[in-house]
């Protein structure tokens, strides 16, 4: 019977022998297959959610999925366009929730080479207080002939490129913002190819392309249009809707430089073209304008101010508003020394409106002309 026991027992401590050499062996499997695979997805999906956008060497400009693009599921981009260099860029900070900014940092000049104002020191600047820099390229002289003469050329508009690409690694640019406006329609195809060979060349690096685009002089005919929203929307990583200036300094009639039925029309307009909505940034302005007409109803006069200086000049005079709920602002007219006042305002109210719009359109974010007329106080009523 002992004997018995023992073979018994001998037999059982094998099987748990046995047993627990395979339960190990699966897992060791466990420890080197599974979990470092779980450790690199949840850094990557972690990379995605912190950063709310991939570089160009991340995101196939050619694929319509857009993997890792901002979307309603993420957090809006917040950007600010700034126009000068000075102290502002000391004070980005105080900007609650602004992600990028977007210098001038790079111009073409008269005879098509480009020239950088960016220093070591302004980009560390605005690194250091945790913002992205995506430097606008712009033109010296933003003329169509002058535009046409650079486009037409390709060894200047591929020397150009191949400046900005040393620039982007050299200055340690986290993206580039092309700021290229007076493009006539002769240039359509020339354009086009001179921004999907600057994105060819960007997508080599971890530079973001961005564009910005102002809406089509003729609304619902795009291929007539200086801008193809197709192929710019295929090439670039995000578009810029430049939402300001519906009624230029130019006109001879008092109007709004922005509205909200005038943005919905044109954010409608860019995505029934080809730009993916996923990819657009609604541009809002700083800015409104203060008309002034004689007594013979011409315009003498019309400056671009600071939305903050009108909003406080009109509280100081005790102008009556008058809310106009289809174009999503306030709307004034006075007489002052023989001239007659016109002003369309958008406040605070009126952002809210216009910030709508990017849940409403699936948009990427919204950005604002530019921060050097919109101190953080304003900003941070808005955001």
Known sequence: MKDAYNRSFKSSSKLQFHKSIWILFIFLIVIVMIIPSIIVFGAGANFVHMNGFLPASSVSNHNQNQIGLASPQKSPLEIGWVEGSGTIMQHLTDYNNLKVVSPALASVDNRYNLQENSNPTLINTIHQQGKKIWARIIMQTDTKSNDHAFLANPTKTQAVINKILQSVKAENWDGVNLDIENVS?????????????????????????????????????????????ELLGKYCNYVFFMGYDQHWSTDSVPRPITSLSWLKENLQEFIKTGIPSEKLILGLPAYTRVWEQNQQNHVVKDPAEPIQSVENLVAENHRNMTWDSTLGEFYTTYTSQNLQYKIWLPTEKSFNLYLNLIPQFHLAGSAVWNLDQMNSAYWNKIF
């Open 185 to 229: 329609i002769q240039d359509r195809n020339t354009f086009s190819q001179f921004v999907k060979n600057l994105s060819s060349g960007l997508n080599k690096s971890t530079a973001i392309l961005s564009i910005d685009l102002p809406p089509d002089p003729s609304v619902g005919n795009n291929n007539q249009a200086s801008f193809d929203h």
